[in-house]
C-alpha cells in the first residue's frame, strides 16, 4: 500500500496569500478561515467579502495529498465528472479556475509557509455549497429514502460519464482489491476485531468474487457518506437535499458497491440497523435498479466495505498519529459488523428485497 503522508497544516496568511496571488479573489476575510475535518487531505473554509453593500461568499481552499500531484489527470478527471453531474441537475461543489484558466495550481511547501520547498501539492478553491452535513441531522424514513434516490440518480448520471484516468489500478478502497487487506490486517490491534476482518474478507472470496461479472460496473462516486451529503432546511420546517460534496474518489466499480458504502457509512450507531436503512434502499432501487445478483451480494458488500474502511483507518493512523479524525467512526464499524455477522444472511436479504420493492416511501 503507497504511503500518503498528508499536506502540511498551513497558517492563515499563507492561505490568504496564495488565493490573492493564483485566484485573484480579494478582500479575503482572515477571520473566516477555518480548517474542516479531512481524510488524507487538508480543507479550509473562508469568505471572500464583495460587493456594496458588503457580502460574504464563502469557498473551500483545498491542498492535496502529495499522491496528487503525481496523478494530475485523475484530479482533472474527476473535476469533469463533477461538472458533468451539475449538467445533469445534481449540485456539487465545482471547483473555481485560476487566473491561468486551469482548476489546479501546483505550490510548494515553501509556499505553504514550510522552513523548505519540499514536495509540490496541487491547490484548489471550490464553491461553496450550503447546506449541513447529514451527519448533523436525524434521518427520519422520508429523508433517508430521498438520500437514497440522489445516489441512484447520481449513478445514473455517471453511467454515461467516460474518462480513462478514472480506471485507477490498486486503489485501496476498490472493491476488486479488498483481498489486498489481508497484508495489513496486522495493524488492527484488537484481535477479536482482526478476526472479524478475516472472517469478512473470506465470505467476500467466497460469496461476491464469483458474481463480479454480474455485477453493473461504470464510473461512482466512491465515497457517499454523511458528511459528503448536504441537506437545507425549508421554510415548511423540514430538511431537503441540497447537493454532494468530495468527487476525489471517483473510479470504475460496482454500483451495488457505491449503494453499500453508503449504507456502511449511514448505519453504524442505529437500532435495528437492517430495517432503519430499509428506506436508503427503497430510494436508490427507485432511481437505479439493482439486478437480483446485485441485491443477493448487498449483504456480502455492506461488511466488506465496513471492513475496508475500518482496517485502513487502523493503517493511516499508524502512519499519522496527529490525524484522529481516522478514528472517529472505526467502532462504529466494527460494532455494525459483528451485528450483521450475528444475523443469518438469508434473513437479511429478505428485508432488503422486500425494501427493494416498496413503494410506501416515495408515496409519502
Known amino acids: 500500500m503507497e504511503e ?25 476575510d482572515v477571520t473566516s478561515i ?23 461568499e464563502k469557498y473551500v481552499f483545498k491542498i492535496s495529498n502529495i499522491h496528487y500531484t503525481k496523478n494530475q489527470d485523475v484530479v482533472r478527471a474527476t473535476h469533469a465528472a463533477m461538472r458533468y453531474v451539475a449538467e445533469k441537475g445534481i449540485p456539487c461543489s465545482l471547483p473555481v479556475p485560476s487566473t491561468s484558466g486551469d482548476d489546479l495550481v501546483l505550490v510548494n511547501e515553501g509556499q505553504l509557509g514550510r522552513a523548505a520547498a519540499g514536495s509540490d501539492h496541487i491547490i ?48 485501496e478502497f476498490d472493491l476488486e482489491q479488498s483481498l489486498d487487506l489481508r497484508a495489513v490486517l496486522p495493524t488492527i490491534g484488537d484481535l477479536k476485531h482482526r478476526g472479524i476482518a478475516e472472517k469478512i474478507l473470506n465470505m467476500f472470496e467466497d460469496h461476491v468474487m464469483p458474481h463480479l461479472p454480474q455485477l453493473t460496473y461504470g464510473v461512482i462516486h466512491g465515497d457517499l457518506h454523511d458528511l459528503n451529503i ?31 458504502t ?33 441485491l443477493g451480494c448487498l449483504y456480502h458488500v455492506v461488511l466488506t466495505r465496513l471492513c475496508i474502511s475500518a482496517t485502513l ?26 451485528e450483521l455477522l450475528s444475523i443469518p444472511k438469508e434473513e437479511v436479504d429478505i428485508i432488503w428485497r422486500k425494501a427493494s420493492l416498496d413503494t410506501s416511501f416515495h408515496e409519502n
Open 262 to 294: 453508503l449504507m456502511a457509512e449511514l448505519m453504524p450507531k442505529k437500532k435495528d440497523p437492517v430495517r432503519w436503512v430499509c428506506p436508503l434502499v427503497a430510494g436508490y432501487q427507485h432511481t437505479f435498479p439493482l439486478n437480483a445478483t446485485e
Open 313 to 338: 483507518c487502523h493503517t493511516y493512523y499508524q502512519r499519522d498519529p496527529s490525524n484522529t479524525y481516522l478514528l472517529s467512526g472505526v467502532d462504529g464499524f466494527w460494532e455494525l459488523a459483528e
Open 124 to 171: 484548489r478553491v471550490f464553491r461553496y455549497l450550503p447546506g449541513v452535513p447529514l451527519a448533523e441531522i436525524d434521518l427520519d424514513p422520508r429523508l433517508l429514502y430521498s438520500v437514497g434516490e440522489i445516489a441512484g440518480k447520481l449513478d445514473v448520471a455517471l453511467q454515461s460519464f467516460q474518462n480513462r484516468a478514472l480506471q485507477r489500478d490498486g486503489r
Open 4 to 28: 500518503r503522508p498528508r499536506p502540511p497544516n498551513v497558517e492563515p496568511q499563507y492561505i490568504v496569500r496564495i488565493i490573492e496571488n493564483y485566484f485573484s479573489m480579494r478582500e479575503v
Open 34 to 56: 477555518s480548517q474542516l475535518p479531512s481524510y488524507e487531505d487538508k480543507n479550509y473554509l473562508f469568505a471572500v467579502v464583495t460587493g456594496d453593500p458588503p457580502a460574504r
Open 230 to 260: 448536504l441537506a437545507q432546511m425549508t421554510a415548511a420546517g423540514s430538511y431537503e437535499l441540497s447537493g454532494v460534496l468530495d468527487f476525489a474518489d471517483c473510479f470504475y466499480s460496482y454500483y451495488v458497491y457505491e449503494l453499500g
